[in-house]
């Protein structure tokens, strides 16, 4: 993975883990906690740059959607 990469995936992680902090019940902010912390565990060890942008993009647009749902 390109460093530029790393970090905007990086970016993307801390963003999400920090929205789902906002969710009002305590249960979907654990769930969310715990569904962010396993899907990213889960695609860490991939290489296919193609596939990485494709789990990127992903990862924007359920971000946006946590921000519109906190």
């Known amino acids: 993975m ?3 990469s ?3 995936v ?3 992680y801390r ?3 920090r929205e789902s902090k906002h969710f009002s019940a305590y249960n ?3 769930y969310a906690v715990r569904r ?3 899907a990213f565990r889960e695609n860490k060890n991939v290489k296919d740059p193609v596939e990485i942008q ?3 993009n992903k990862a924007k647009r359920d971000l ?3 921000r519109r749902q906190s």
């Open 54 to 56: 494709a789990l990127v």
């Open 15 to 17: 963003a999400m883990l």
């Open 64 to 66: 946006e959607i946590i």
């Open 36 to 38: 962010i912390r396993d």
């Open 6 to 8: 790393r970090a905007q």
């Open 28 to 30: 979907y902010r654990t």
């Open 2 to 4: 390109a460093a530029s």
């Open 10 to 12: 990086l970016d993307l």
